[in-house]
C-alpha cells in the first residue's frame, strides 16, 4: 500500500500548519475558551475560505471531493494544536449522515452550505441510559399529520448548542435496543418543542443535552429509509472514531516533542534531567507508543472503505483499543515526565491529557470495544 501524500495532500497540510501555526497558540486558545461560544467563528469562516468545510463532500455539492485520508490529515493537524471548532460535529458526523442518508434534494440543499461554512450541524444519537450501545434508543418519532412527532432526549451531543441543523436519531418501531425500527430525521434548532441546554466538557469542548417535546417535522426531514437508519448510524460512529483516533496522533505528537524540549531544559543538580537514561528510556516508550497508535489510526482510515460491515466494525474496534491505549501512555508519561508543572492550568501539556481522555470515553471507551473484539472470538 502506498503512504506517499499525494501534491494536494501536501498543499493541504502545508496550509493548515501554516494557518493553526498563526492562529492556534496556546494562548489563542484559551482566550477562545473563555468566550461564552468557545470557539471562533472566525477561523470557522477561514477554514471554509480553505476548502476543509468542504473536504469531504462532493464538488458538486461545493466541496472538495477529498476522502478519509484527507479528512485523517486535517484531523492531525486539529489534533496538534486542540481546535475547538466545531468540526468534528459538523463536517464529520453531521456530514456523513447526510452524505450516506440523504437524498438528492437534502444533499443539494445542505451540504453545499456546509461546506460553504454557512450552516453546522449535529449527531444527537446517543442517549443517558444507553452506555455506548448504539441500538438503545427510546426517543420515538410517531406518524401525525403527514409528518412526524418526536419525543424524547439525546446526550452528549458535540456542538449540540450552536448548530443550525441536527440529524437526530429516533425509533419508529422495534422496541428498545431491537436493531430494526430506527430512523433518522434533519431537525431545525429552532423548532417548537425541542430544548438545549449547552455546557462543557473536561476538555472545555462543547456538548449539549437535547430534550424533544412534541416536535414536529415534515415527511421531509426523514433521512434515508424509515425503520432502516441503523447502519448509517454505523457508519457515522465510525467516521467519528476515525476521525478523533486521528485527533489523538496529533496531541501525542506535540506531547511527545513538549515533553522531549522539557527533558532538554529542565536543569537538576547541575545537569539537564534528559541525560537521566531511565528518564530517555520512558521517552523513547513514548514515541514507540505513538507509532503503534499512529498505524492504528491509519488502520481506522482505511477501514471505512471496507463493504463488510462486521470486518469493518472489527478493525474499527481495533482501531480504537489501540489509539485509545497508546493516547493514555502517552498523555500520562507526559504528564509525569514534567513533573508538578504538567499538572498547572497555565501549561498545556495537560490540557492535551484533557482532550485525549475526553476522546477515548467518546463513541465507546477502550473498554467497552474490548468487549466487543472479545465477543467476536469467543
Do not use: C
Amino acid at each position: 500500500m502506498d503512504f506517499d501524500l499525494t501534491d494536494d495532500q501536501r498543499l493541504l497540510t502545508d496550509s493548515v500548519a501554516r494557518l493553526l501555526s498563526d492562529s492556534y497558540s496556546f494562548e489563542q486558545r484559551k482566550a477562545l475558551l473563555k468566550t461564552e461560544q468557545g470557539w471562533s467563528e472566525t477561523l470557522w469562516q477561514k477554514y471554509a475560505e480553505l476548502g476543509l468545510t468542504g473536504l469531504p463532500i462532493a464538488e458538486e455539492h461545493g466541496g472538495f471531493g477529498g476522502g478519509a485520508v484527507d479528512v485523517m490529515l486535517l484531523m492531525q493537524a486539529f489534533g496538534r494544536h486542540l481546535v475547538l471548532e466545531p468540526y468534528l460535529a459538523t463536517v464529520v458526523l453531521g456530514g456523513t449522515a447526510l452524505r450516506l442518508a440523504g437524498d438528492a434534494a437534502q444533499q443539494g440543499e445542505i451540504l453545499p452550505e456546509v461546506a460553504a461554512g454557512s450552516l453546522r450541524l449535529a449527531f444527537a444519537h446517543y442517549e443517558r441510559q444507553a452506555r455506548y450501545d448504539i441500538t438503545d434508543v427510546l426517543t420515538t418519532a410517531k406518524p401525525q399529520g403527514g409528518g412526524f412527532l418526536l419525543e424524547g432526549a439525546k446526550s452528549v451531543v458535540l456542538h449540540g448548542a450552536t448548530a443550525d441543523k441536527l440529524v437526530v436519531s429516533a425509533r419508529t418501531g422495534g422496541s428498545r435496543a431491537e436493531a430494526e425500527g430506527l430512523s433518522l430525521f434533519l431537525v431545525d434548532a429552532d423548532a417548537p418543542g425541542l430544548a438545549r441546554r449547552g455546557y462543557r466538557l473536561r476538555d472545555g469542548t462543547e456538548a449539549a443535552e437535547l430534550s424533544l417535546s412534541a416536535v414536529q417535522v415534515p415527511r421531509e426531514a426523514l433521512l434515508g429509509l424509515q425503520d432502516a437508519a441503523l447502519p448509517v448510524i454505523q457508519r457515522v460512529v465510525e467516521a467519528g472514531i476515525a476521525a478523533t483516533a486521528a485527533e489523538v496522533i496529533g496531541a501525542m505528537e506535540t506531547m511527545h516533542a513538549m515533553t522531549l524540549d522539557y527533558l532538554k531544559t529542565r536543569v537538576q543538580f547541575g545537569k539537564p534531567i534528559g541525560e537521566n537514561q531511565a528518564l530517555q528510556h520512558r521517552a523513547a516508550e513514548m514515541l514507540v507508543a505513538m507509532e503503534q497508535g499512529r498505524s492504528m489510526a491509519m488502520l481506522a482510515t482505511m477501514s471505512l472503505e471496507e463493504e463488510d460491515a462486521a470486518e469493518r466494525a472489527r478493525h474499527i474496534s481495533m482501531a480504537k483499543v489501540g489509539v485509545g491505549q497508546a493516547g493514555r501512555f502517552v498523555s500520562q508519561q507526559a504528564v509525569q515526565l514534567h513533573g508538578g508543572i504538567g499538572m498547572t492550568e497555565e501549561y498545556a501539556v495537560g490540557h492535551f491529557f484533557r482532550r485525549v481522555m475526553v476522546i477515548e470515553h467518546l463513541f465507546g471507551d477502550t473498554a467497552t470495544h474490548l468487549d466487543r473484539l472479545a465477543e467476536q472470538v469467543a
